[in-house]
C-alpha cells in the first residue's frame, strides 16, 4: 500500500455479520448484482446542477460509509476502511433532443447499465450518481449504490 494510500485512511472497522454475508455473496457471484440498489426519479424544475453536485459530494465528506471500501484479500478478517476523500461519480447528459419514448427507453437502459456495472467493493465509494436532463425543466435521477453501505433503515435518513 503506497503511502498516500494510507493517508487517506481515516478509520478501519470490522464488518457486520450481515456485511459480511453480502461481502460473501457479491464475491462468490459478483455478476448477479443481488446487492446492487437503486433509487431513480424524474426531478421537476429549474436545478442547479453545481449546488446539486456539492449536495451531493458534502453527503459523502460527512457520512462515512459512503467513502467506505472493504478489504479481505490481505487480512484474516474482512474489514471496512473508510477513505478521508472521495470524489463521487456523477455522470450527466443531455437527452433533450430524443422523444418522449426515447428518453423513457434511454431511462430504462440507464438504470439496467448502472445495475449491471455493479461495484469494485475494494474501492470506494460504492455509490454513484447518473442525471439526465430531459427538458429545461426536468431531469432522470438514478443513484445506485451496493446495499453492503445502506441498510434499509439508514437509506431513508442519508
Known amino acids: 500500500m503506497s503511502t498516500a494510500t494510507k493517508r487517506n485512511i481515516e478509520a ?66 474482512p474489514l471496512q476502511v473508510v477513505q478521508r476523500q472521495v470524489a463521487l461519480p456523477i455522470a450527466v447528459e443531455d437527452w433533450r433532443d430524443r422523444s418522449h419514448a426515447e428518453q423513457q427507453e434511454s431511462f430504462a437502459a440507464l438504470r439496467a447499465a448502472e445495475r449491471a456495472r455493479g461495484f469494485d467493493l475494494a474501492k470506494a465509494p460504492l455509490t454513484r450518481l447518473a442525471l439526465a436532463q430531459v427538458a429545461d425543466d426536468a431531469h432522470c435521477f438514478v443513484w445506485t449504490h451496493h446495499h453492503i453501505l445502506l441498510d434499509g433503515w439508514s437509506l431513508p435518513l442519508l
Open 12 to 77: 478501519i472497522y470490522p464488518l457486520s455479520p450481515m456485511q459480511q454475508g453480502m461481502l460473501f455473496h457479491s464475491l462468490l457471484a459478483p455478476e448477479s448484482g443481488v446487492y446492487v440498489e437503486q433509487l431513480s426519479c424524474t426531478l421537476r424544475g429549474s436545478l442547479d446542477m453545481a449546488a446539486f453536485e456539492r449536495a451531493w459530494q458534502r453527503a459523502v465528506e460527512r457520512h462515512a460509509v459512503l467513502r467506505t471500501a472493504f478489504a479481505w484479500r490481505s487480512s484474516e478478517r
